[in-house]
């Protein structure tokens, strides 16, 4: 595994000195109090000395950790299609992102209450740079990304990073998570991008179709649905710099306190879809679409048809549709008390004085309704 060392999370042979490295870290007292918040330090300082894998790491420490984020920031987490899932099978789950942190971590947890392996997840080095988030983002399995490279060491990263995706899947039988595209979905609209199939693909056999490598992965969507979205207010800036065609540049540790908000802001409800397991409709397109130019688009259309249908459209993004039509076609969905608390929290955090702004914030909640009514009406037209 040389070839991984940057990118790799830890052995289970180094969880102790990892453990050794953080353990009088303020940041981990500040989560392990909120985690445990009746408990004494000591408590949880001697039981993770005596924590020795990443698993024992995730079940006792991260685990509890995101029951406790349910808890007290949201209404509850729901899934549905775990069952679709093998106990001992590999996935390579391609996921909208909405959350830094939460995303992966809200996965892991449920596929661990399934019975099901937890997956190695990929994560941009920009958030990681900070040697405690690097020590604990590779203590829960995570293996990084690197961001803003140029071309050629963009390329070799890439082949690196492909290969390792192939060994957790194909030799480890460990699933993997990625995003569908990179960085987080700022304006609700759920798209894969081509470039990151074809990072994927990179590491396929000589000679080998690509659609036949994606089969040998186990490909499968995932959707991930926050009622309300805990940074929402803090993607505004990057959505307003975009609708005035404006390059947005991050603020000093922004990704730092997007993750904070993330895990501590209200969320409402949550819910986590496993769409089906593409290999059959990977196999009709090999059928149906000459070219592989055609074939990567079609492969990219089918993931966001099945993330997209798999969304859990609550009340708020309906209320949001109407807004910003100024029609009532979804009023059947959400009831009068719904629409006036989303509407506190619209004109609390939005400047109603400037459209744009407005516009931006009610698109982020409305666009995956219009996507699914969308891919519906193609469904029926094709029927």
Avoid at 32 to 42: A, C, L, R, S, V
Avoid at 117 to 143: C, E, Q, W, Y
Wanted: charged share 25%; hydrophobic share 35%; proline share 4%.
């Amino acid at each position: 595994m040389s070839e991984f060392e940057e990118i790799r999370p830890y052995y289970d042979t180094e969880v102790d000195q990892a453990i050794k490295e953080i353990i009088h870290h303020p940041m981990l007292k500040a989560m392990m109090n909120y985690t445990f918040p009746d408990k004494p330090d000591e408590y949880w300082m001697d039981l993770m000395v005596h924590c020795h894998s990443i698993r024992d790491f995730q079940i006792n420490f991260i685990y509890p950790g995101i029951k406790k984020v349910l808890e007290i920031s949201s209404s509850g987490l729901s899934t549905s299609g775990f069952e679709k899932l093998e106990k001992n099978t590999a996935y390579l789950f391609i996921s909208n992102h909405r959350d830094i942190i939460l995303d992966t971590s809200l996965l892991n947890a449920a596929l661990y209450e399934h019975g099901l392996k937890m997956t190695t997840s990929a994560i941009g080095d920009n958030l990681v740079r900070k040697p405690f988030l690097r020590h604990l983002s590779r203590l829960t399995r995570n293996f990084t990304i690197k961001r803003g490279l140029p071309a050629r060491e963009l390329l070799e990263s890439s082949k690196t990073v492909s290969a390792y995706i192939r060994y957790s899947l194909l030799r480890e039988n460990r699933s993997v998570w990625i995003a569908q595209r990179e960085g987080r979905t700022k304006d609700g609209n759920d798209v894969t991008h081509k470039g990151v199939l074809k990072m994927i693909s990179m590491a396929g056999d000589s000679g080998e179709h690509f659609l036949d490598y994606f089969k040998r992965l186990n490909v499968v969507p995932v959707s991930i649905s926050y009622e309300y979205d805990p940074t929402d207010v803090l993607k505004m800036p990057e959505l307003l710099a975009k609708a005035r065609q404006e390059t947005y540049v991050k603020g000093e540790n922004e990704d730092f306190h997007t993750l904070l908000n993330g895990i501590m802001g209200q969320k409402g409800n949550i819910h986590i879809h496993i769409g089906d397991p593409l290999n059959p409709a990977i196999t009709k397109i090999g059928e149906t679409h000459s070219g592989s130019v055609k074939q990567m688009q079609a492969l990219a259309d089918l993931i966001d048809r099945q993330i997209i249908l798999g969304y859990e459209l609550w009340p708020t993004k309906y209320i949001a549709a109407d807004l910003l039509t100024g029609k009532e076609t979804h009023g059947h969905y959400y009831s009068l008390e719904q629409k006036e608390k989303f509407m506190r929290r619209f004109e609390k955090i939005v400047d109603q004085k400037n459209p744009l702004a407005k516009e931006s914030f009610l698109a982020m909640y409305a666009n995956p309704v219009f996507n699914k009514e969308r891919i519906l009406k193609e469904i029926n037209t094709q029927q």
